[in-house]
């Protein structure tokens, strides 16, 4: 698997870049030419806040888009499902891109998740020994503090699957603000059975470990050793600027209009 250490320089070119991953490897499955389309691992930070959707979300029911306005917080959206989140400084990002041809299994919707974050967990588990898959496809751990044991949400994911390959990403909380949660983020209209009508603040936690740790727990789980290309960087980045222009810069595609 190839590695990639990659922040661009906006959450909207983050965003795009992921779906540019995708769309690269589509294309070479399809044509056949060049270097082939080998799987990867991206990681990337958010320098500041900004309130990403699912899909399918409708904003105006999961956003507090006035607070967003008045904040100067972007409100995107990705090319994959799940909920809506606030990503910022604190919150580690990784982008999978997997092979459907080499991971059959991989097509079906629940098997991604729990093969994905069952993996993870066991890497991670060394340095954060409560960690486990919870919900559909969140990251958990024990917590304790004056109101007792609680399970709290770490990490949440996503994925996207095309004909040959599957994108899933997701975000892993290290230092994450978690109060800037209910500052513009709505109740969610869906939530998973662990939460138990938790605020945002008291469901979500950072992991407390450094984000070099979690990078480094990530690359042992997929063993993510070889640098990706450099033509093949170049490509997805031009992919990326087009993405950006044509969808990740219109409200037409981030607030569905």
Avoid at 69 to 90: A, E, M, Q, Y
Avoid at 198 to 204: D, S
Avoid at 220 to 234: G, K, M, N, P
Wanted: proline letters at 4%.
């Amino acid at each position: 698997m190839r590695i990639l250490d990659h922040t661009c320089a906006t959450a909207a070119e983050n965003l795009a870049f992921d779906e540019a991953l995708l769309e690269d490897a589509e294309a070479s499955a399809s044509t056949g030419g060049g270097e082939p389309a080998h799987e990867v691992l991206r990681f990337w930070e958010a320098d500041r806040l900004a309130v990403v959707l699912g899909r399918g979300c409708r904003a105006e029911a999961e956003v507090d888009l006035a607070a967003c306005r008045r904040d100067g917080v972007p409100v995107l959206r990705r090319p994959s499902g799940g909920g809506t989140v606030l990503v910022g400084p604190g919150s580690l990002m990784y982008t999978l891109v997997l092979s459907c041809r080499l991971r059959p299994e991989l097509r079906a919707i629940d098997v991604a998740h729990r093969t994905v974050l069952e993996r993870q967990a066991a890497a991670l588990r060394p340095v954060l020994a409560s960690v486990r898959c919870a919900g559909t496809s969140d990251l958990a751990i024990d917590v304790v503090d004056d109101a007792g044991l609680r399970t709290c949400k770490i990490s949440g994911n996503s994925l996207r699957v095309r004909r040959d390959w599957i994108l899933y990403h997701g975000t892993l909380l290290f230092d994450f603000a978690v109060e800037k949660l209910s500052q513009y983020l709505l109740p969610p209209p869906r939530e998973p059975a662990y939460r138990e009508h938790r605020g945002h603040a008291e469901f979500v936690t950072s992991a407390p470990i450094a984000a070099q740790v979690l990078r480094e727990a990530l690359v042992r789980a997929w063993q993510a050793t070889e640098s990706i290309a450099l033509d093949r960087v170049d490509r997805i980045s031009a992919r990326t600027a087009r993405l950006v222009a044509e969808k990740y810069s219109r409200d037409e595609w981030n607030l569905q209009l």
